[in-house]
């Protein structure tokens, strides 16, 4: 009996421990963030900017440039991190992420129109991008709809959809000017490089109110990762609460990408690193909020200093959250056997 | 005109007199921050008079390079583009600092900390959009529609940056050369039929272009070869339908700054339907290169192809 | 894996009714990729009629028609047909190998380790050829799915779930490589936009030659481990209490993926989907046997390849789409449909 609970003690400490230390690092990631950069500053001119000490182009630069650039990385980064763990739970696929309802590809495809045929502007580019997001999430959820939802029905019709628009996306990229096609292809990749208050503010309003849902749908996503069944007997309306998890989920990729187009890999990536951190059997939602953040934060920062000019942040993620992920399966796997 | 009567020690005077509170007024002028209105694709811009450290990102970067103007900042140029400078140009392109490869990607910080005073941008309207008020905070930034007309941005940027007569220079060496060729040619010009076939982008898979480039209008309206007007962009054909070509006195093909067949329209010059047409044996095609990034300097190169080409064909029978 | 097998809850009927609808299928889908190999050669942008195709290939003659079918429509029809055939059995390989129905070949790195290897070619060699770049294609899938394969194996062997992740990890980490480099370069960036697209028109002859005998190792390959990937299907210790020899079964059949799929890659560019959606559909024909889901992903793949080539040449004409682009919009309706019409689908 006291083994037993000093076992359970233990775990929670552990994810205790884990929660803060990743709450730690993304902190200092942010502050780091925000004292470099291409343009020379010292400690003292930041924090005299922030407390309002500085005019002009200093100013500027750390108020209307870093600051919201921080902000973003940690918001989105949440964001990614908890839509991500919410399909891996719902789907029980470590490899789910939105994207398996063809969320990323629709919402490139609508953003490719709207830069490549319209020409327009950055409202109507995040605006192109949410409309052909949720339009193909929409579909794909309608034509697996056959008496319900059923897994691997919707990652089918999903797979499906998202081959067709990812080769729309492909044929308008051969069609465009090579500058079009770059940048939509820097779109397409995921950068930071836009984000102003804006956006931040915009998309963090609808980012902090979803994350709230988000808490509230927590409880019945973990009772249903121990089967359909035993959350049905448990009071769970599954049908409800699995399209609940879909719309929350999507919403919150959706409010990234429309910010700063289809930042990939942190969906997939941060709820298993956060479940791997914390020895966890299930996937919950505070650590894979931080441990997007934290990814996001780290890529961001990498993409700025990496090479001798700017990246878009969506490669790297992709090659940290890749490599550190393929570590810690390594790891695992020798550890395992 | 004017020599002669600068023989009268009063003009001289007076010349000397001119010159000198020129110099002073530009000075001044400088100085003070006296600025010009530039009427821009972004509006109206309060541009310095006298700008000395300009930046240029995307389409851009080409125009003022063409113009000899020596950028403090650059976004990439494509290989093609680059090559098709001049090696001073070429040298002002790599003396500058490199931003980003794309400008929507560019390091808007290390802008910033080479405090340009005038900043030239040429990028589709989403990419400036979300740069704007960034830009605006650097310097006074002048905005050339990434789809406008070339002579309009190039006209733009030399009044912005004070080298209007370098301009007309450049538009009057082509004109001539213009002249030259429509005279040297005139036979040629009136009795063949041409057409221009093009794949000088590896995107355009599986086909080629007709009269597609930005060459064609070109010398359909400055020379006035008989080279039919498929709209902007020409027309893709599949690589099958080559034997349309064989309609055609003599074929304008795409060649690089050296001269060579580009690699992106080799596959079709080796295969045995391009040796098959009637141009191909008897010898009547024309290597041409048209630099991407318009220009009067790079129209000029395109010019001297056309030239040597038109020059390498085989007398009419 | 949280996606399981489909486990066919065939119906435990008369395994007559089965095997006959399995030679159906078997003839249905020979005639398919008969008529589609036919069509290919018939049809194009150019209207060529049917006699003139018939002297083009017994008679040719200086004719621009003649050209059109001996330079163009016959080398790609004759690339369709292997790269269609590969990219089929090693989309069959794969998913019965880590028991995913919806496996694809890429999903070891072999597209990400082609297309890291002939971004480099292009961006930091100069190498601007195909002829060029494939055997960077090649070599690069190779050297790829070796690294996912000792990332993916563990002392007791190799498991299918570390792997595939294994895979995922090393794609994104060379994915987002490839980005970069052609993110600064803008004429690297130009020519992948390109390769990446997929074509089969353009591949000289050539440069099909030498792969097709790989081509034919990995099919003899993937052949011989078809009876132990069956055995495996039911789980890896039933499959050894059988006696099949785990290690041996998984190397030989990776071999044959990474032939075939790198092949394929290196001649026609990453052309998705139809190494999926094939042999998953050929499973719901067939059942789970390897032996019919190879024979049905070799006629089947092809087809699908060529139907979707004619269509790219007739639907712009005269101008064309590369293959890559149209093969989801040809297979994606009808993976779609199936799925729709499925009763028990798994999971």
């Given at each position: 009996m006291v083994r037993r609970r000093r076992l359970g003690l233990r775990i929670d400490l552990r994810s205790i421990v884990v929660c803060v230390a990743l709450a730690v690092a993304v902190i200092v990631l942010a502050l780091v963030a925000l004292a470099t950069g291409s343009y020379q500053l010292s400690v003292g001119q930041v924090v005299s900017a922030l407390t309002g000490g500085e005019a002009g182009l200093i100013h500027e630069i750390v108020v209307e440039w870093r600051l919201p650039r921080m902000t973003a990385t940690v918001v989105f980064g949440a964001a990614l991190g908890v839509s991500g763990a919410m399909f891996q739970s719902l789907t029980r696929n470590p490899l789910a992420s939105p994207d398996v309802i063809g969320f990323d590809s629709g919402s490139y495809t609508g953003a490719l129109i709207v830069i490549m045929l319209i020409d327009g502007g950055y409202l109507e580019v995040a605006g192109g991008a949410l409309l052909g997001g949720i339009a193909t999430a929409m579909l794909v959820y309608v034509l697996a709809w056959r008496r319900g939802v059923q897994g691997f029905r919707l990652i089918v019709v999903g797979i499906g959809v998202s081959a067709m628009l990812t080769s729309v996306n492909t044929w308008m990229m051969l069609r465009a000017d090579l500058e079009v096609a770059m940048s939509a292809a820097a779109w397409g990749a995921g950068s930071l490089n836009a984000v102003s208050w804006d956006q931040v503010a915009l998309g963090g309003a609808l980012i902090a109110a979803l994350l709230m849902l988000a808490g509230v749908l927590s409880r019945p996503m973990r009772q249903m990762e121990l089967g359909d069944d035993t959350a049905a007997s448990q009071g769970v309306r599954i049908a409800d609460a699995r399209l609940g998890l879909i719309v929350v989920g999507v919403a919150l990729t959706a409010t990234v990408t429309a910010a700063s187009?289809?930042?990939?890999f942190i969906a997939l990536a941060a709820p298993q690193i956060a479940r791997r951190l914390g020895r966890t059997a299930g996937i919950t939602l505070a650590p894979a909020a931080l441990a997007g953040a934290l990814l996001l934060g780290a890529a961001d920062f990498v993409a700025q200093h990496i090479a001798p000019t700017p990246l878009p942040v969506g490669l790297i993620t992709v090659m940290i959250g890749g490599g550190y992920l393929g570590w810690l399966l390594f790891i695992e796997a020798r550890r395992r056997l | 005109m004017i020599i002669p009567s600068l023989r009268r020690p009063t003009a001289v005077l007076t010349a000397a007199l001119l010159g000198v509170s020129l110099v002073l007024s530009a000075a001044i002028g400088a100085s003070a921050q006296e600025t010009r209105t530039i009427d821009a694709d972004n509006g109206t811009i309060e541009a310095p008079a006298n700008p000395q450290r300009i930046a240029t990102l995307g389409r851009a970067n080409g125009s003022f390079l063409a113009l000899g103007g020596k950028p403090i900042a650059v976004t990439k140029l494509r290989q093609g583009d680059f090559d098709a400078l001049l090696e001073d140009q070429q040298a002002a392109y790599e003396a500058a600092t490199l931003l980003g490869t794309s400008a929507s990607e560019a390091d808007l910080e290390k802008l910033a900390s080479l405090k340009p005073d005038l900043i030239f941008i040429s990028v589709p309207n989403a990419d400036f959009e979300q740069m704007k008020e960034k830009l605006e905070a650097i310097a006074p930034t002048i905005l050339l529609g990434f789809h406008s007309d070339w002579k309009r941005r190039v006209e733009v940027v030399a009044e912005a940056s004070n080298k209007v007569d370098v301009l007309n220079k450049q538009k009057a060496d082509y004109d001539q050369q213009v002249a030259a060729i429509k005279t040297k040619y005139a036979e040629t010009i009136k009795n063949d039929t041409f057409v221009e076939v093009g794949s000088g982008e590896f995107s355009k898979v599986a086909v080629f272009h007709l009269n597609g480039s930005t060459c064609t209008e070109v010398v359909r309206a400055d020379v006035g070869l008989d080279i039919a007007d498929l709209g902007e962009g020409g027309q893709s054909r599949s690589y099958e339908q080559i034997g349309a070509l064989a309609d055609y006195d003599v074929i304008l093909y795409p060649v690089d700054h050296k001269g060579n067949v580009t690699e992106a329209f080799r596959p079709m010059t080796e295969s045995s339907a391009w040796q098959a047409l009637p141009a191909v044996k008897s010898g009547r095609t024309v290597g041409i290169y048209c630099p991407l990034d318009r220009s009067y300097p790079g129209n000029s190169r395109y010019m001297e192809s056309l030239d040597r080409g038109l020059a390498a064909l085989p007398k009419d029978e | 894996m949280g996606v399981t097998p489909v486990t066919d809850k065939e119906p435990p009927a008369p395994l007559i009714a089965l095997r006959r609808r399995r030679f159906a299928g078997l003839v249905a889908a020979l005639a398919a990729l008969t008529i589609v190999t036919v069509l290919s050669v018939m049809v194009g942008s150019q209207a060529i009629a049917p006699s003139v195709v018939w002297d083009a290939l017994?008679?040719?003659?200086?004719?621009f028609d003649h050209f059109a079918i001996s330079d163009f429509r016959l080398p790609r029809t004759i690339v369709g047909l292997a790269v269609g055939a590969a990219f089929g059995i090693s989309g069959a390989l794969i998913q019965a190998l880590t028991r995913n129905?919806?496996?694809?070949?890429?999903?070891?790195?072999v597209n990400a380790g082609a297309s890291f290897a002939v971004t480099v070619a292009v961006g930091l060699l100069g190498v601007s050829d195909i002829r060029g770049y494939m055997w960077f294609a090649f070599v690069g899938a190779l050297v790829v799915t070796i690294v996912v394969l000792a990332l993916g194996s563990t002392r007791r062997g190799q498991s299918p779930v570390v792997m595939v992740l294994a895979g995922v990890c090393v794609g994104a980490v060379l994915g987002g490589a490839t980005s970069a480099l052609t993110m600064t370069n803008p004429d690297a960036f130009d020519q992948m936009r390109a390769w990446g697209a997929?074509?089969?028109?353009?591949?000289?002859l050539e440069i099909v030659w030498p792969v097709l005998p790989l081509l034919g190792v990995a099919l003899v390959l993937a052949l011989i481990t078809s009876r132990s990937l069956n055995a495996m299907a039911l789980g890896d210790e039933l499959a050894a209490s059988q006696g099949v020899r785990l290690v041996r079964t998984r190397i030989l059949s990776v071999a044959a993926i990474t032939l075939l799929a790198g092949g394929a890659t290196a001649i026609a560019?990453?052309?998705?989907f139809v190494g999926l959606m094939v042999p998953h559909v050929a499973r719901w024909i067939v059942g789970p046997d390897q032996r019919w889901i190879f024979a049905y992903s070799v006629l089947l793949a092809p087809s699908l390849l060529l139907a979707s080539d004619v269509l790219g040449r007739v639907v712009m004409a005269p101008s064309e789409i590369p293959v890559g682009i149209v093969t989801a919009f040809v297979g994606a309706p009808v993976l779609i449909a199936l799925v729709r019409r499925r009763k028990a689908s798994g999971l």
């Open positions: 187009g289809p930042i990939a | - | 017994f008679n040719p003659s200086d004719d129905p919806l496996a694809d070949p890429g999903i070891l790195g997929g074509s089969i028109l353009g591949r000289p560019g990453p052309i998705g």
